[in-house]
């Protein structure tokens, strides 16, 4: 069965650097989102990504953050100046089609020291 | 008020029984309902979405939709150990991008 693949599964990184989460999509699949769990909240939406450009993002989306697909098959999450409280996993998903039911991957694991 | 609600659990049940889960939300835009299924340091998994109101099954599993009362459930029928997971309701609007989420319920089925 096609899989949306996250790595690495666990990134340490020191406050203020920057960290590039990397996704790659299911292979037909053209739209594109980031989530995040912070360990025992909910998930959350940060951004979504369609046709080369973002579709939406929420107010946690900020410009910190910012999203890339470089080639046809990578999707990337860039936080440039890491904080704190951007510790949580971070879910890559991906859909065939606009409206629910997305793949997500196993996430990333980031934790901010 | 927040958009999504659920009950965090946990929820501990003995196999073979039936399960009961539930959300309730604000937004009378959301259309689309979807259950997913989350274990351990694992990604969300979608079990199935129902659009607008009504009944949906699959299996074991059926999903109920009540718009006018803004309330959703999932029954999950013979429960199995390996149901044992966190289940999360979610929601969205038509031509949105975003998918709401619960906080998850977190359920244990009892061999």
């Given at each position: 069965e096609p899989e949306v693949t996250q790595t690495p599964s666990h990134q340490v990184t020191q406050m203020g650097q920057e960290v590039i989460l990397r996704c790659v999509p299911?292979?037909?699949?053209?739209y594109f989102y980031w989530y995040r769990q912070i360990l025992g909240q909910k998930v959350e939406f940060l951004v979504s990504f369609y046709n080369n450009e973002i579709s939406e993002k929420s107010e946690?989306?900020?410009?910190?953050f910012s999203v890339e697909r470089p080639d046809g098959s990578n999707f990337t999450l860039k936080i440039r100046s890491t904080k704190l409280e951007d510790s949580a996993m971070y879910f890559c998903a991906s859909s065939e089609q606009e409206g629910p039911g997305y793949t997500f991957g196993s996430g990333t694991r980031l934790t901010v020291v | 008020q927040k958009e999504v609600e659920q009950d965090p659990g946990p929820l501990s049940v003995p196999e073979g029984a039936i399960v009961s889960l539930n959300c309730t939300y604000s937004?009378?835009?959301?259309?689309y309902f979807m259950w997913y299924r989350q274990y351990s340091r694992k990604g969300p998994e979608l079990l199935m979405y129902t659009y607008s109101s009504g009944n949906k099954e699959d299996g074991r599993f059926t999903a109920q939709v009540d718009k006018s009362s803004k309330y959703i459930s999932l029954f999950i029928r013979d429960?199995?150990?390996?149901?044992s997971a966190t289940y999360l309701c979610a929601m969205s609007s038509p031509g949105g991008f975003k998918t709401i989420f619960g906080a998850g319920t977190r359920l244990f089925v009892k061999a």
């Open positions: 299911i292979s037909n699949h053209l946690i989306f900020d410009d910190q | 937004n009378s835009a959301f259309q429960s199995q150990p390996s149901d």
